[in-house]
Each structure stands twice: as C-alpha cells, then as structure tokens.
C-alpha cells in the first residue's frame, strides 16, 4: 500500500478531513474488524498543556509606621492658694492692713502710758498687731504681685483718757475677731480663710488680755 493511499488506492483525505472521516467511521464501525480493507490511524492525542496557575501578586511590605514621640503636657490647674482669683479680695485686705497698723499705733501709745505688767502686755499687743499687718500685706503681695504697705499718717486722733482707751479698743478687737471670722466664711482661698481664723483668735486673745488689765487697776 502505497502512503497517502487506502488499500484499495484510493487517497486519504487531508489533516481536517481525516478528522470529519474518523469521527463517521466510528459511528459506522464502533469495532475493528479483520476483514476491513480500511485502516484508520488513531487520532493523535493533544499534549495537555499545563493549567495554567494566574499569578499571585506579590503583597507589598508595609510602609514603617513613624511614631511621632508626643511630649505629655502637665495639665493646666490653676492657683488656689493665694493666686489671681482671689483678686477680688484685695480692697478687703487694704481695710485689714490699715486696721492692723492703726491698732498698732494705738497700743504703741498706750504702752508708753502704762506702767508695769500693762505696759508690756500693751507693747506685745502692738507687736502682734504689726505682725497681723505683715501677713496681710504679705498675702496682698502674693495674688496682686504688689506691695501695699501705706505710709504712717500724720496727724493722729485726740488722745483719750486712758481706761476709755482701752474701753474702746476691747470693743473693737471683739468686732475685729467678728470681721476675720465673716471673711473666712466668704472666701474660697483656702490660704486666705487660715489666715483669717488664726488673726481672729488672735483678735479674740487680746480682748481678754485688755479686760485683765482692766480688771487689775
């Protein structure tokens, strides 16, 4: 048998229609027979190609995270201890400090006309009347950042008889020890309020110590 040809000498069809003569022959002849004259050659088979795997891209590296270093902040809080809030308590000091170095003033000038005990007890009244005043002026100093201390007028009041002297000022320490009292209950300077109530037990002292003299003459 001749290539290219059947073995009665007829020629194969082509690549395409050796495809199309297959596929009628197998549905003609399911089975091979001897007795055939005509022998067909099995389809070769495709190469499988291999599947083929899409690509995974690559996941990028995160960018660096850049920490910003953040410096704490103290929060902010403000003076509650003789700070510029209690500003408005500063005429109310003014009064106390003139108050204090009158008193002072005035027990200095007793205690030059007093004789023994009285005259020390007047001079250590005076004494603790011009420390009342230093506090004062001091705490002044601290919410206002100036100091108030007046200047001594001139010119003092008439002078008064002695035991009416000390009268009236016996009175007066008693409303003194009143007033320190009414401002501490009023401010909200907790410095301010201790100050008060030290200066008007203080105030309520020397009342007494002004009725003992009293009661020694």
Known sequence: MEPGKTTN??????????ETFQRVWQRVMPQERPDCPIEVDAPAAEPTSALAVPAVPAEAAPAPVLRQ?????????GVPC??????????LLQQLIDHELADCRAYQALSRRAQGNAARVLASMAADEYRHAKRLSTAYFLISGVRYWPAERGGGQPV?????ALREHFGEEQRAQC??????EETTDSCLRELY?????????????LRSILEQM
Do not use: K, M, N
């Open 179 to 184: 007033s320190y009292l009414a401002a501490a």
């Open 69 to 77: 270093e953040v410096e704490p902040s103290l929060p902010e809080c």
């Open 9 to 18: 000498g007829a020629p194969l069809p082509t690549a395409y229609d050796r």
């Open 197 to 209: 109530l030290e200066l008007a037990g203080d105030e309520e002292t020397h009342a007494g110590l």
């Open 160 to 164: 008064q008889p002695f035991l009416a």
């Open 82 to 91: 003789l700070g510029e809030a209690s500003a408005v308590y500063g005429p």
